[in-house]
């Protein structure tokens, strides 16, 4: 079978139909990844209130038992006539 040859206008023809449908195929994209940048955003909002309340509970443990270490050493200071 002969090659056929190709010229540039067929190659010109074959890209541009190549190409034809491409931009249908994103109609709508960027209403998704708009979405998508929602839902995550609120996810991430509610993944930084629980880690502040995790937070804030880890902080408050700690001050109490610094505060009940602190009560430890004024009776010890107190019953060894260190005051």
Do not use: S
Not at 48 to 73: G, M, Q, S, V, Y
Not at 76 to 81: D, E, Q
């Amino acid at each position: 079978m002969p090659k056929k040859k190709i010229t540039i206008e067929d190659l010109a023809a074959m890209t541009q139909r190549g190409f034809a449908g491409v931009d249908e195929k994103f109609t709508g994209t960027d209403n998704k990844i708009e979405g998508l940048r929602t839902e995550m955003n609120t996810r991430f909002n509610e993944i930084n209130t629980r880690f502040d309340r995790i937070e804030n509970l880890l902080l408050r443990a700690h001050e109490n038992r610094l505060d009940r270490i602190e009560d430890d050493i004024r009776v010890l200071k107190t019953l060894a006539g260190k005051r």
